[in-house]
């Protein structure tokens, strides 16, 4: 029987294979002792370890798959200043760890994870937001006072025990709506209030950013979803199995605003505690309902802070959808051109066209 041979590679060996064009499938090069080079069609290559595990749920051991890093993304070019994220003795090094903890009996993938997800209290946005006030030397106590307040009154009770790098920007949405909520059942009028807490998160950000140095991409593109489960935020209640469908249409006759047209033929049958997500055209609708999310607006004479347009972007993903569906209805030309029908018929031609259209989605 033939041993097995182990360091097969060589760093050399590995650049030289990241100079090549990429290949038309997913192609892999063994280092021995389980650790490959995995060459994926869009050019990256990263590093994995094949292994087989037996949970206590398990019958029998499972094959499964240590992802051990990237070595190159699809991305980046090789040139003379090119230094791979995880290098062939870095790769080596951690195939030897996760080798370690099978023969102690734990999953190095659930490890990984686990390590992932443990924060220091340093790194808590309510410590971050604390740091920021104390070092703030350009305010008066009184100032520093209305902005502990802030903190304690209203944000923290949100945010306040979430990972700075954690949080994102439906969180720093839901937040300013519930501040909004809070104060718009007492009767009072909250824009100012709800836009300096606001103003005043997206400052503990650039703290952290340029002076904490945190690396923080969470709030632009969201969190991932098997990352946090302790400090796992509240988000959009959308059931994967029907985004994207179209669950009521309303029709009228000649040119209407969208928002009159919705105040006019509000529908009833929506639970209460439904997300409501409008673009800016439908300014007002958190009056009629508290789970509401419509773009920021820009200050008159002033700018948008940044993690406000970040949230805007995030926004803009799911209203995009909506744009998409109007698109696959007006495929059908008695809707994209003047009709010329009985206008008593019109709705069921649109509910038909719509159940059309979301029983293709199911397929």
């Known amino acids: ?3 097995r ?3 097969l590679s060589s760093s050399s060996g590995v650049l030289a294979i990241a100079k090549q064009p990429a290949p038309a499938k997913v192609t892999r090069y063994s280092d021995g002792d389980s650790l490959y080079l995995i060459h994926h069609p869009n050019g990256s290559l990263f590093w994995q370890m094949p292994y087989r595990y037996q949970s206590d749920k398990d019958i029998k051991p499972k094959q499964k798959t240590y992802q051990i890093g990237v070595f190159k993304s699809a991305k980046q070019d090789i040139d003379t200043a090119f230094k791979p994220e995880v290098s062939l003795k870095q790769a080596r090094v951690e195939r030897d760890k996760a080798k370690q903890l099978l023969a102690d009996d734990i999953d190095p993938t659930e490890h990984k994870n686990k390590e992932k997800n443990k924060y220091e209290q340093k790194d808590l946005f309510k410590v971050v937001a604390a740091d920021y006030i ?3 030397q350009d305010t008066t106590p009184k100032n520093v006072k209305k902005l502990q307040g802030f903190l304690s009154k209203h944000i923290l009770k949100h945010i306040g025990d979430y990972p700075i790098t954690a949080i994102t920007a439906q969180d720093v949405i839901q937040t300013g709506l519930a501040i909004q909520n809070h104060f718009e059942k007492q009767g009072e009028w909250t824009a100012d209030t709800t836009s300096k807490c606001v103003e005043l998160i997206g400052s503990v950000f650039e703290y952290a950013i340029n002076t904490l140095s945190y690396d923080i991409i969470n709030v632009a593109y969201g969190r991932n979803n098997r990352a946090l489960d302790v400090y796992r935020a509240s988000a959009y209640p959308v059931n994967p199995r029907t985004y994207g469908e179209q669950v009521h249409w309303q029709t009228c006759k000649g040119l209407i605003h969208d928002f009159k047209l919705y105040k006019d033929t509000c529908p ?5 505690n439904t997300n409501y997500l409008a673009d800016s055209g439908y300014q007002g609708l958190a009056k009629r309902h508290n789970q509401t999310f419509t773009p920021f607006k820009k200050p008159r004479g002033s700018q948008l802070l940044k993690i406000c347009k970040q949230a805007n972007h995030y926004l803009a993903k799911f209203c995009i959808v909506v744009e998409h569906k109007i698109g696959l209805i007006k495929l059908f030309k008695i ?16 509910r038909l066209f719509a159940g059309i259209i979301n029983s293709e989605l199911r397929l």
């Open 1 to 3: 029987m033939t041993k």
């Open 268 to 272: 009833d049958w929506l639970p209460e």
């Open 134 to 136: 104390s070092e703030k």
């Open 5 to 7: 041979k182990n360091y």
């Open 335 to 350: 809707v994209a051109h003047k009709y010329r029908n009985r206008r008593q018929r019109y709705d069921l031609r649109m």
